[in-house]
């Protein structure tokens, strides 16, 4: 059977039958991006790949983590692949982060303009993405650098405020104020961009204890 | 009953103040036991907030850059994981019948050298891999010109800024560094180096957008260490095509501009410019770029 034109949701629920070629079609669409969430996270190609291979087995394995109705596939995978990573990050006993990776060169560098990943998007083979990959992408650039830098240093690397504060050498409630102010502003950027947020699934009735990241593993 | 609403109330203003940081897992435990208690009393419009913030966050790495794509092998590693799962944790027939009907696994790099490069403008951007200073040199050609007759464009290369991490990188020696494209299914390639820990390189061809990225790790970020030069081999013999250093602020320089035909390179050599067996490339002595 030939999964290639099929949706994720359909790809899961043959994963869940332990269709192989589900499995195999499911990794040529997202790997790549799997692997760059990952790589985003750990800066290190060796265990980036490792992360991406934990992702899929897991995924391999219990399929019923994901839940359709709590929004996109995407959204929950590469959320899954970033908690991972910050596990890994975390197991390796947090390293300091040098200062060029916090100056005025962004840690991130990715937001800026993109068009050698763009080409190569296609070999995700999800054309929305590209839509979507640059509605996020202008959403951050749109904020302060700032805030952008606070809330990427917080999501990517795993970094309490207080840790923030500590490495930019800024006192925290600047960073909080940073963090509040670049949160609402990318909310509503983000807000009607169609697919990428569908908070229409009720909530969990409470998050996880002190990590509320959707789509934790565990 | 008056002073426990207000107790809840200032509960909810306080966890109200945190719900960003929550959602991001960026709290002090403290902080974070105070949100979850809030929200164990049921609140429902904190939890819908963070329910929305959470689906926000989902979103970001979507943004992440794709940098070069992960090794091949990675997913034959992926796979026999997965079916050495079924064959331990499922023994009926079914399961042995689609071992049997293993997919094979399609090489995602194959072909891309049986593209032509084109005519060509050069865009040069830096990602960091590891530690250590990586460059990805994107080469994007005119698909709809395939003799490429001269029709390159030349163009002013694009500078993305990039981290330089610096960690363990200092003891790291890249003299030379050369890329050859000779197979058609060769997408890992590695750097002829004598002196490198960890130095590789990797390259990834669209064939359709006719793109050609090339990402190199193992390069010297450290300040005021020397500068690479890209070269290509014309026609008329090695031209530097751009000069890539770190300087000592620690900043990721690239310095050059082309208008060269690259549908006309054979080859592309990295070399270090302090290196004195190195000063000129020798890619093409050693190495073929076949097309």
Redesign the interface.
Known sequence: MNWTESSDADLMSAIAEQEVGAFDTLYDRYHRLVFATAYRVLNDAGGAEDVVQDVYVRLWQRPDRYVEERGKFIGWLLSVTRNRAIDEIRSRGRRPISESQLGSRDDTGSITDERPSEAASKEFAIAELVDQREAVRAALRELPPDQRAAIELAYFKGLTQAEIAEVLATPLGTIKTRIRLGMRKLRVALEGKVGIIEPSAPPRRRADRGTAEAGRSG | MTESETREEILHDQAA?LL??????????AE??M??EH??EGCEDC??E??????????????????????DD??V???D???L??TE??TSSA?MT?RD???P??I?SRGWMTQRVQGVAA?F???????LLAW?I?L?GQVNDLEGENSALASAM?V????????GATNVSVANALFTLTGEQSSSLQFISSQSVDARARL?W?P??A?F?LAA?GLDPTPGSGAYIVWVETPDGPVQLARLYVDQS???IVDGTTDLALAQVDVMTITHEDDPTTSTPTGATLLTFSR
């Not at chain 2, 960003?20 to 435990?29: R, S, V, W």
Request: zero cysteines; aromatic letters at 2%; glycine letters at 8%.
């Open positions: 103040e960003e940081g929550y959602a991001l897992g960026a709290l002090e435990p974070a036991a949100v979850d929200l164990e939890e819908q963070v329910s929305g913030l959470v689906h926000m966050l989902q979103a970001l790495p979507l943004a992440s850059r794709l940098v070069a794509p992960p090794s990675l997913k590693r992926v796979l994981a997965i079916q799962d079924a944790t499922n399961t689609r009907e293993r997919v696994i399609p995602s865009a951007g830096i990602i960091a891999i590891g530690g990805a994107v994007q694009q993305r800024p990039a981290a330089v991490s610096d960690g990834m669209d359709d957008e793109l990225v790790t620690g900043a990721s």
